[in-house]
């Protein structure tokens, strides 16, 4: 199978340090997370002729979707997330005007995502994983061929997403985990929507969820 090269560049950013992710694809790029000041650095890492294709959501609380409408107005690109938006997945709800919780801007999903599906996107083929547990909404995004995958707050180094939110199951997160992310190779990279980078069979060998 013929490889394809993609560029990634990672933003980090955001009233809890979120990382979004720009990818570069024979066909143009696309996003992964829009946190607080996405857009305005995607528009300064883009040539001027790129265009910026989609959008794809790993869930939607807040810290992941701030910048969601922003990159719309800018860019015309289509969002993909697993539910549409709603304030109860970026947790504003659960705030309930008090505050903690900055304000997101509502934007519209272009796309429900079904499931477990595969979709091409900016000329890469992509394959979605519906891991529900933190969120309800959770959802990676792999590049098989590229042997990577983004994650979002499903999967940490050494650690998991939390699941004490609304709709929080941690039995499910560790399932899907299990089922879905540790099939895959064990090289490939693991992006996750905090901290650094790691990989599938470092997860497998020393995350203390996963191993007991």
């Known amino acids: ?62 810290d992941h979707v701030q910048d969601v409408a922003s990159l719309q107005r800018c860019t ?19 705030a309930g005007g008090a505050g903690w919780i900055p304000a997101v801007e509502p934007y519209k999903v272009d796309e429900v995502l079904p499931g477990d599906v595969c979709r091409t996107w900016a000329g890469l083929n992509w394959q979605v994983h519906s891991i529900p547990g933190h969120s309800p909404d959770g959802v990676a995004y792999g590049l098989p061929e590229e042997m990577l995958v983004f994650v979002g707050d499903i999967l940490f180094e050494g650690s998991i997403g939390r699941t004490d939110f609304p709709g929080g199951s941690q039995s499910r997160l560790v399932r899907g985990i299990r089922e879905k992310l540790m099939k895959l190779a064990p090289e490939t990279t693991v992006y996750s929507g905090h901290g650094p980078n790691t990989s599938v069979q470092e997860e497998e060998l020393n995350n203390p969820w996963l191993t007991c």
């Open 76 to 94: 015309g690109c289509r969002v993909h997330a697993a539910a549409q938006y709603s304030q109860e997945l970026t947790l504003e709800a659960l």
């Open 1 to 62: 199978m013929l490889r394809v090269s993609v560029q990634i560049q990672v933003y980090t950013g955001g009233p809890v340090m979120c990382n979004g992710y720009l990818v570069k694809g024979p066909e143009g790029y696309v996003a992964v997370d829009a946190p607080a000041g996405f857009a305005a650095w995607v528009s300064a890492r883009m040539p001027k002729d790129a265009k910026l294709t989609d959008l794809l959501l790993t869930h939607q609380h807040f």
